[in-house]
């Protein structure tokens, strides 16, 4: 039961990752870029899950992704069935529970990006994918390296969203807390502590890793 | 040759310039702040566009708002200096310099600059571990290893020494005139300007004032704007001084520059009196500001031979009519 937790949290932190990454680096540049009246209310939502409560996040995204729900009934006409309870489900309720983790170290990152040097680079000819991977990205990398990390780390760490739309379903939804939960709810106090300690060593190897490499960068 | 004829709507005025520049020959811009001449390089080398005109570089058509054109930054090769370098903090010297150039021909094209530079010991260096000075000589490579067709310059020499500065425009003057490109410099610092161009344009607000030859310019102003953008303080409606300084004039001019150099102390018949408001003394001249009658505030250098001048008091001035320039 733990192995298939273990295994199902780190796929679910993996691809939660990566497609955070893939919407946030374009949202983030523009959000440090843009001047358009709605950035304080792109802001504000993508910031909402930092306060909310979890259970309420969960609550709403149970009913989006259940059969009544617009992407329930969307995922049901395509697949057959509803997001809710399903792996899908939790990557998607991951990602928005996630998304302010990603997003706001991008962001800050890019704010610190001197825009000449990107200006310098396209009157040097080169275009703007060239510009991203030999000009912006080496100044970003730590608050990539942070948002990786930090997004990674709370889809791991997170319970009250998880629980909600995902329920508790071995080898489809039940994650590493949720596993945790049920441990301790029958008395199983040891594995408990086994689990609880190889998740208190993994986020510690985690953060040592990234201040490390920090370290090693901010040098020279 | 490269010529520029666009209008743009800047935040605070309507910009429209015309400009031609010359293979091999600095064109320098000269204009009080916000008068427009960042926004013309960035105009120029495509970080902005125009609202209309046409853009040429030799034959090839940059800009052209009729025809639809408005090639990317990319494609003008055009090269800019900016004013804090825009160096590439993560990449090495070497890797600074090449990054415009062709790889081909990187490595022959990067220490042919590194050399002409000085820098070549400076190769696998970071920009954090420069001095000003080099910094500004691989900004100024990185630019001109990519051989552009025209080199634009944004207060290159704002952040340098006194030293430095000799130093530089005498390299640059050379390196200009070896590559025959041709060059535009916005520049705030007047002397600077008239040391390293061969021609001037005066912007104000958005508008080309006075265009030309640098010691054309600087001799005769044409209009107030240029006076006061050429740094002439004292500049006055001619009615307010006597009909002596400007009778041999064929035309009664409108204004008079008075360089501050031009008066004197007089005992007897003035041209001109006024009450001194302030004063700063140098080491062989000392600097009053004085209200005249009519006034007008103007500036006065006196050598550190005439007699003390006291604030708050009235003194009678003579005007030496060999320096005066007229604007009609």
Known sequence: MIEQAIFLTIKLATITTILLLVISLPLAWWLANTRHFSKPFIEAIVAIPIVLPPTVLGFYLLVLLGNNGALGQLSHYFTGHSLAFTFGGLVIASMLYSLPFVVQPLQASFDRVDKKTIEAAYLLGAYPIKVFLTIVFPQIKRGFIAACVLGFAHTVGEFGVVLMVGGNIPGETQVVSIALYELVETLEYEKAHYLSAGLLLFSFIVLLLVYGANKTRSVR | MFSTEITYKHADFEMDVG????????????????????????????????????????????????????????????????????????????????????????????????????????????????????????????????????????????????????????????????????????????????????????????????????????????????????????????????????????????????????????????????????????????????????????????????PRLIIAEQYHFKVNESQLMFIN
Not at chain 2, 108 to 120: C, H, I
Not at chain 2, 150 to 165: G, H, K, V, Y
Not at chain 2, 210 to 221: D, H, L, M, S, W
Not at chain 2, 235 to 256: G, H, S
Request: hydrophobic share 40%; net charge negative.
């Open chain 2, 19 to 306: 400009i031609t520049l010359e293979p091999g020959k600095i064109h320098a811009l000269i204009g009080e702040s916000g008068s427009g001449k960042s926004t013309l390089l960035r105009l120029l080398s495509g970080l902005l566009t125009p609202t209309e005109g046409l853009i040429n570089s030799g034959d090839r058509i940059l800009f052209d708002s009729v025809k639809g054109i408005n090639l990317v930054p990319q494609k003008r090769n055009v090269g800019l200096v900016f004013q804090d370098y825009a160096l590439f903090d993560h990449m090495t010297i070497f890797q600074n310099i090449a990054y415009g150039v062709s790889v081909s021909n990187q490595h022959y094209v990067v220490q042919d600059w590194l050399e002409k530079m000085g820098l070549s010991n400076k190769a696998d260096l970071y920009p954090e571990q420069l001095s000003g000075g080099e910094k500004q000589r691989v900004a100024l490579a990185r630019v001109l290893a990519a051989s552009p067709d025209i080199l634009l310059m944004d207060e290159p020499f704002s952040a340098l020494n006194t030293q430095l500065r000799l130093q530089l425009r005498r390299d640059l003057r050379q390196l200009i005139r070896d590559s025959g490109v041709p060059v535009l410099i916005a520049i705030h610092d007047l002397e600077e300007a008239q040391m390293l161009a061969d021609q001037v344009t005066i912007l104000s607000k958005g508008k080309v004032v006075q265009t030309g030859e640098v010691q054309n310019v600087f001799a005769a102003p044409n209009s107030v704007a240029s006076a006061h953008a050429l740094g002439w303080h004292n500049v006055l409606k001619c009615e307010m001084l006597p009909f002596r300084l400007y009778e041999r004039q064929m035309k009664k001019p409108a204004y008079m520059v008075i360089p501050a150099t031009a008066f004197t102390l007089s005992e007897g018949i003035a041209d001109l009196k006024a009450t001194v408001l302030d004063s700063v003394s140098l080491q062989f001249t000392t600097y009053y500001d004085v209200r005249t009658e009519s006034g007008d505030i103007l500036q006065l250098e006196l050598s550190k031979d005439s």
